[in-house]
Each structure stands twice: as structure tokens, then as C-alpha cells.
């Protein structure tokens, strides 16, 4: 009986603190996923494929499991702001 709560609890404590659940990043990965295609669509925004800018949703999945809630949310934030730019500058409107 202790062991397997011993167990349970290092499973519990190895995780971080506040890891990303599998519905957010599903939605996380879907976003960013958008996010990439729409960059390719607004002249001079796509500059290539990079970890934050990638096309693969299971390297976007995975990511955003290992990590906090809040810097997934984070990421999208980074990707938004940038095609918000992107679109400020190729169009003047967002």
C-alpha cells in the first residue's frame, strides 16, 4: 500500500506544476497550426519554418505537454501579435 502511493506520488511530482492539459494542447497545436498557414498568406510575414513557426502539430502537441498552461498561451500570444504585424504592415489594418 505505501509503495503504490509512493509511486502515484512521484508520478504526480514529476509532471510540472501546472502542465498544459491534452484538450488545451490539442487546441494549442490546432491553433498554431493555423497560425503557420495564415503567416504564408500575408506577403512578407513567412520567414521560414522554425520550432515556433512549424507545420508538424505533433512537434506543437508534445511542446506544449511538457510545459506550464500559461507559456503555451504565451506562444499563441507571440504568433498573434506577429501576424497582427504582419498584417499592419501589408495591408495597414489588422
Keep these: 500500500m505505501r509503495i503504490a502511493f509512493a509511486i502515484a506520488a512521484l508520478a504526480v511530482f514529476a509532471l510540472p506544476a501546472s502542465a498544459a492539459s491534452p484538450e488545451y494542447c ?33 512537434h506543437h ?10 507559456q503555451a498561451r504565451a506562444g499563441d500570444k507571440t504568433r498573434g501579435e506577429r501576424l497582427h504585424q504582419c ?7 489588422p
Excluded at 519554418?49 to 512549424?54: E, F, R
Excluded at 502537441?61 to 500559461?70: A, F, I, N, S
Excluded at 498584417?87 to 489594418?93: D, F
Design 26 to 58: 490539442k487546441h494549442y497545436a490546432d491553433l498554431a497550426l493555423w497560425q503557420y498557414h495564415k503567416s504564408q498568406t500575408i506577403p512578407n510575414c513567412y520567414q521560414g519554418d522554425t520550432a515556433v513557426w512549424s507545420p508538424n502539430f505533433e
Design 61 to 70: 502537441y508534445q511542446w506544449c505537454l511538457g510545459v506550464p498552461e500559461r
Design 87 to 93: 498584417n499592419m504592415s501589408a495591408y495597414g489594418h
